[in-house]
């Protein structure tokens, strides 16, 4: 009995280990908020709310997501001293992060070409068919606020099949393309700064994602 109870013990602790080390990076190349995120701080946002703010998810969703990021080394947090004294945490996009964050655009920008190519030969089938997947149209809002998509495009391409926004995608619609939204201009140490790449990364410039 004891030999069937370590096995099943053994059998347990692995599926666990499995499901631990899987599902963070999982969760984040998956996941189309992830990538709104991570497209937020690559272009300079660099606290929470300001996040929150320019994705219209919450502060708590937005904690939640740059936790994962950090966890697999797609962004960090740094402390940066404040002009009149104290220390403020900033999120920055790592290279790594930075490279699958491009990568996705790459995927995303050649079905948005798609789109509007069966848009312009009339082609309401495949249109309908794109917008019917679940998968497909999760990925519509992070393509709207990143500028892969014009909003103009996909609001009309919508009416013209008659098919409702969803709210994620309205509340895109009425930020007029969601990515709009200003980098971090603090005036704190010396005006914005945009870490898109090539800066200093804190010593998380690899790991994670091995196939980025």
Do not use: C
């Not at 402390?79 to 995927?107: A, D, H, I, P, Y």
């Amino acid at each position: 009995m004891s030999r069937w109870i370590k096995l099943i013990n053994n059998a347990w602790i692995s599926t666990y280990n499995i499901d631990m080390s899987d599902n963070p990076q999982n969760t984040a190349k998956n996941s189309p908020n992830h990538f709104i995120v991570l497209d937020a701080i690559a272009r300079g946002l660099k606290n929470i709310d300001k996040i929150s703010k320019a994705t219209r998810l919450s502060r708590e969703e937005v904690e939640l997501i740059v936790n994962d990021l950090s966890l697999q080394r797609l962004a960090f947090r740094e402390e940066k001293k404040r002009f009149f004294g104290g220390s403020k945490l900033e999120v920055k996009v790592t290279e790594t992060g930075l490279r699958m964050l491009n990568s996705k655009k790459q995927e995303l920008q050649q079905q948005a070409e798609q789109l509007k190519q069966w848009n312009k030969n009339g082609n309401t089938a495949q249109l309908q068919s794109y917008m019917n997947s679940n998968n497909n149209r999760s990925w519509v809002p992070f393509m709207i606020f990143s500028g892969i998509m014009d909003i103009l495009f996909f609001t009309s391409m919508m009416s013209f099949m008659g098919m409702a926004l969803n709210p994620m995608e309205s509340q895109m619609a009425a930020d007029s393309g969601g990515g709009g939204a200003e980098a971090d201009s603090s005036t704190e140490g010396g005006g914005s700064e945009a870490d898109t790449g090539g800066g200093d990364f804190g010593g998380f410039d690899g790991g994670g994602f091995g196939d980025f």
